[in-house]
């Protein structure tokens, strides 16, 4: 008997928490699947699952084999796509997210020309704001913006982003421009998400507390808040470069802007990239620039 006959069904059953989803992913009955993990369980001498009318819960021991059968199933994958490496043509479905704004207005359009380019690619994307964990959502693919904090994935640096402070020449010549930090205490600040921007002081990079009597959580809306003379913005330049040609906004503190980020194609850290996760990398890195 196979060592490998039930770990497919058990890893289904095991990420989808039923019987019935796990069949309709892998195409099989639920009997199939049942038979074949309850095998798997007598031949391990382990129960992995506790089986109720409403649900199906993982044991401890259950967690532990999850947890390893997956990375056995991913070096299978790994395996499989070494064989299909030489393809000249990017095929397959790939599941990526992004952040909402920069997905929505960035990458979907790139995406979708890369779409056009290869007609037996298949996409799927997750827009949230939300860090989503690649390996348990099963992602190929993640766009971050800004500093990376999980070291154990692996990353393409795709872009940058640079954060421009600005404002409208009507709040300047009501207000009058500030010409250091400290003098932004005296103005009306547009908060987004965060009470802090992040600025440049003498070559290195820091955080000022800022203030004012708009906050809101939308670059797009504080950026009309700011054409329409209400404060100071500080956001990411692809939010205001139409703005910043046309003049309706105008950069100030230009010496205090803090360095470029980085906008990252992160991956999970698997030996082999697939052939379309790396064309769309390529792809992204020649329509983001």
């Known amino acids: 008997m196979s060592r490998w006959l039930g770990i497919d069904e058990f890893i289904a059953v095991g990420e989808e928490g039923s019987f019935t989803r796990a069949a309709s ?3 099989v009955s ?10 798997l369980e007598q031949r391990l001498n382990t129960q992995l699952l506790t089986r109720t009318t409403r ?13 390893q059968t997956k990375q056995l199933q991913h070096a299978l994958d790994d395996a499989t796509g070494l064989l299909a490496q030489q393809q000249s043509t990017p095929k397959g479905k790939i599941k990526l997210t992004a952040p909402v704004m920069y997905g929505e207005s960035f990458v979907m359009p790139a995406v979708h020309t890369f779409m056009q380019q290869h007609s037996d690619v298949e996409v799927e994307m997750a827009l949230s704001n939300e860090q989503e964990n690649l390996l348990e959502g099963g992602f190929d693919l993640a766009i971050r913006l800004g500093h990376l ?5 692996k990353a393409r640096r ?3 982003r640079h954060f421009v402070i600005c ?17 932004l205490q005296y103005h009306q600040c547009l908060v987004g998400n965060s009470s802090y921007w992040r600025v440049c002081e003498q070559g290195r990079d820091k955080h000022i507390k800022i203030a004012g009597r708009l906050r809101c959580n939308s670059g797009w809306a504080l950026a009309d808040a700011a054409k329409k003379g209400l404060g100071i913005i500080q956001l990411p330049n692809y939010y205001i470069e139409r703005d910043l040609a046309a003049g309706d906004l105008v950069p100030i503190l230009t010496n205090n802007q803090p360095k470029p980020e980085g ?10 990239v697939a052939t379309n996760v ?8 020649k329509s983001l620039n």
């Open 167 to 183: 404002c409208s020449t009507a709040y300047l010549a009501r207000y009058g421009e500030p010409h250091t930090l400290a003098e």
């Open 55 to 67: 649900k199906v819960v993982l044991t401890k021991e259950g967690e532990v084999f999850l947890h």
């Open 278 to 285: 790396r064309a769309l990398l390529d792809h992204l890195i």
């Open 25 to 27: 992913i892998l195409e």
């Open 158 to 160: 795709l872009s940058e």
């Open 149 to 153: 904090k999980d070291s154990s994935l």
């Open 263 to 272: 906008v990252w194609g992160v991956y999970p850290p698997r030996q082999f």
């Open 30 to 39: 639920v009997a199939h699947i049942s038979r074949h993990v309850t095998q």
